[in-house]
């Protein structure tokens, strides 16, 4: 089995929007109900230019504020070229799909508003966050199910191993589908979830739970450096990727899941996880960890999106560690993709962070 | 007042019209100041800006017209110009 790794991130500013979460320390609590007004646009994106965006993108571009505003001005020091953006998606735009089919259907093409058009393009949410931040560098969408928000972690490492980037923002934007794309039925509803009923998971059940069948929604944004040279006031991390061919998930398990997550397991590994062939295999591998590492089964709906991984890496990253921690997500898909990113949690004692040094002149300046 | 052509443009009308596109107050909507460079209109607000413009008033502006909604008076001359040819 082929493990594909890259280099290794610090993780400098977070940011995180969704129903319920005021702040990555929230970011592993119960995701709350989208409620109507959820989100207040104006209050998140002050300013011109924001108001006809499609909702989804307006989480991304609020979640990369907060991102920028917490890593400091580091951002900005960095040369445009050296900026990248790497944004996982999956239902983000379908809802929005869906209502622009019904106005050309019914009104006509010419209906269409000229602000939201783009977004037929699903690459058009990255994009938009690269104007925000006058990226130049590198701008890439990926849309793995569920796994895309790791993937887009391991992307942005490749990056700056590469040296193509200083600084990436990594993010991850999902929108609830529409009623009638929503077919999932109530989580843990159906008699197939044997991840969600494994012995792990009656202990340690995760977000999802209470949050309605394909209904993520909201933003989670990191802002990486390379982690020689960067400032991991957060920690670093490390993502890799396998594949777990659906047909023969338990048999292959052991061979796939070995290497992906290593000899030496973390002290903690949240796996988000559905009742597929996958899921249900890497679940039941997981549970030979027992006593070696706490494992917390968040279980994903069937038309989960790829939010959750990487609010978790935001949650785990949030919390406070008096000596360096080894955490890990792990994210696998109906489809057989897997991936693995494995943080070391920067040790700091109360609620405040150390803001980072200013970059200095020679690393580049607008 | 697409009713009603004859009773022409009332630019204050097409002044609130604007400053609601561009998410501006309405006082900086000035007769004279220029869409582009003094407001900051990229091409898609203007397109944005056409539309209503089209749907308010019941009129076709054509691509290359956008070009000229440069500021509220030309607009008010064009809207004007185009709702005169509709009687």
Known sequence: MVTVSTGELAVVG????????????????????????????????????????????????????????????????????????????????????????????????????????????????????????????????????????????????????????????????????????????????????????????????????????????????????????????????????????PGVAARDAPAVLGPLVGDDPPGRIDAVLDDSAVGTAAARWLDRLTGTCEVVIVPAPAQAGCLTPLQRVVGLFAQEHTAPTRRAVLAASAQGTLAYAELTVTPRGGSSLEPCAPRVAAEGGK | MSDNPTAGVNREDLRALIAEELELPTEEVTDEANLRTDLAVDSLTAMEVAVQLEKKYRIKIDEEEIKSLTTLATIHQLVSAKLETAR
């Open chain 1, 14 to 245: 977070m940011g995180v929007v969704g129903p319920g979460i005021s702040g990555p320390a929230d970011a592993l609590a119960p995701a709350g109900a989208a409620a109507p007004g959820w989100f207040r646009a104006q209050v998140a994106l002050p300013g011109r230019g924001y108001r006809r965006l499609p909702d989804a993108c307006k989480y991304l571009l609020a979640a990369s504020r907060l991102a920028v505003g917490d890593a400091g001005d580091r951002l900005t020091q960095t040369e445009r070229d050296h900026r990248g953006a790497a944004v996982a998606i999956n239902n983000t735009g379908a809802a929005l799909l869906e209502a622009m089919d019904r106005t050309i259907m019914r009104e006509g093409a010419a209906e269409m508003s000229p602000s939201s058009s783009p977004f037929i393009a699903m690459s058009s949410f990255a994009s938009r966050l690269s104007m925000e931040h006058d990226i130049t560098g590198f701008n890439l969408t990926v849309n793995s199910p569920v796994t895309a928000g790791l993937e887009a972690l391991q992307i942005a490492a490749r990056a700056v191993a590469a040296a193509r980037a200083r600084a990436v923002l990594v993010g991850a934007v999902e929108e609830a589908l529409s009623p009638s794309q929503s077919r999932a039925p109530a989580l843990g509803s159906s008699p197939q979830s044997s991840a969600v009923g494994s012995p792990l998971c009656s202990s340690a059940l995760g977000s999802s739970l209470s949050s309605a069948p394909g209904t993520e929604v909201g933003a989670a944004v990191l802002h990486c450096e390379p982690a020689v040279g960067g400032c991991a006031r957060y920690g670093t991390c490390r993502a890799r990727g396998a594949f777990l061919a």
